[in-house]
Each structure stands twice: as C-alpha cells, then as structure tokens.
T-cell receptor, first 115, second 117 residues
Framework: AQTVTQSQPEMSVQEAETVTLSCTYD???????LFWYKQPPSRQMILVIR??????QNATENRFSVNFQKAAKSFSLKISDSQLGDAAMYFC????????????FGQGTRLTINP | DAGVTQSPTHLIKTRGQHVTLRCSPI?????VSWYQQVLGQGPQFIFQ???????GRGNFPDRFSARQFPNYSSELNVNALLLGDSALYLC????????????????FGQGTRLTVV
C-alpha cells in the first residue's frame, strides 16, 4: 500500500521569507500523481500544485514550486515571499494512475506566518 | 460558479444512531469521493463513485455506505454510530476519473463536522 509521510508537524516563517515543507512517499508504481493541498481554518481543501511523476520538470504555480526527486521518493513544497494568507495546514497527497481515484494524504504540516 | 456543496455543515448525533451526509458536486462533474478527517490527521479515503457506480472503497466497516444519484449528487450513510466516527467528512468532485491528470483533479467541499456523543 502507498504511504505518504510529512515529518514536520509544524513550521513557521517570517512574512516575505521562503519556507520549504517536506514530503516523502512510498510506492512500487512507476507512474502516479502527487499533490499539495492547503487547508485553512475554513476547512476546505484547496489544491496548491500538482506533479505528474513521468515529468522530470518541477511544477511551479506563482509563488509555489516543488522539488520532485523521483528516485528518492521526495516531493517538497517551496513557498516564496510568504504571505499572511498562506497560513494553513498543508497536506501532501499521492494518487495512483490506475484504479480508484483515491488520494493518500500525509499527516499534514501546520504553517504559521509571522508578521 | 458554485463549488462543491455539502450539507449539513455541523451535526451532533448520539451513539447508535444513523446519519446521512449530502454532497452536490460542481456542475458537470461526474465523480464524487468521500473522505474522513479525524482531528489532527490527514483525510482518509472512504468511497469513490463515478457515473453512479462505486469505483473504490477504503478500509471502512460496512456501517459506511454511499450512493450517487442520476444528477451526480451523493449521500454518505453511516449506521450504528460510534464515538470514533466523530470527524470532518469531506466530499470531493472531479469532472472525470483516471487519466490524464487534467480533468481529474479533486475539488473539495467545506465538509460536514460530525460529533457523536
């Protein structure tokens, strides 16, 4: 079974600085999808960024980028120019290509932005 | 455009009771998935329905059941509630399922907070 591990329960960063959230996963599949979701206090999970495993190029969405290391099964999220609105729980998630559209989530990292 | 809507937003039930949670997907989305998020943990997959058929089931007891209607809305039913069923229940919809990734990204609702006392 696939597993996702986020080893940082909490992180904090000064506003306008850069922070990196870590994620590792375990799978025997060669092709799959990886995601980062943000969950603010409103509870709604919001998709931040996605990565297809067959693509070597790291995904980027404005201030958000990933460092995808397939051999190491690592998928970290970098947030540049942190803003107060970035404060939330961040979840890393894995989805297999085949079978049910099932997201496997990590335990989450609580990100605090200090003004 | 309306996002994924879930009802009710909060619910308090007594042990042993039955509960029905409802989800309306984004217009045009045919896949609905349900997740349970216990406080302090990541969401756990319960079910996926696509075109009214069950496509996947997580490691949950038979007390959990779901269905999808012709308009693609969905219900999650939980029988014989236990204290451990207290959680945030999230519904996610997507346009289709499988591959490619475009069109299969999951969009989540705000969840139903279920408290069992």
């Amino acid at each position: 079974a696939q597993t996702v591990t986020q080893s940082q329960p909490e992180m904090s960063v000064q506003e306008a600085e850069t922070v990196t959230l870590s994620c590792t996963y375990d799978t025997s599949e060669s092709d799959y999808y990886l995601f980062w979701y943000k969950q603010p206090p409103s509870r709604q999970m919001i998709l931040v960024i996605r990565q297809e495993a067959y693509k070597q190029q790291n995904a980027t969405e404005n201030r958000f980028s990933v460092n995808f290391q397939k051999a190491a099964k690592s998928f970290s999220l970098k947030i540049s120019d942190s803003q107060l609105g970035d404060a939330a729980m961040y979840f890393c998630a894995y989805r297999a290509i085949q079978g049910a559209q099932k997201l496997v989530f990590g335990q989450g990292t609580r990100l605090t932005i200090n003004p | 455009d309306a996002g994924v809507t879930q009802s009710p937003t909060h619910l308090i039930k007594t042990r042993g009771q039955h509960v029905t949670l409802r989800c309306s997907p984004i217009s045009g989305h045919k896949s609905v998935s349900w997740y349970q998020q216990v406080l302090g943990q990541g969401p756990q997959f319960i079910f996926q329905y696509y075109e009214k058929e069950e496509r996947g089931r997580g490691n949950f007891p038979d007390r959990f059941s779901a269905r999808q209607f012709p308009n693609y809305s969905s219900e999650l039913n939980v029988n014989a509630l236990l204290l451990g069923d207290s959680a945030l229940y999230l519904c996610a919809s997507s346009f289709t399922t499988g591959t490619p990734i475009s069109g299969t990204e999951a969009f989540f609702g705000q969840g139903t907070r279920l408290t069992v006392v």
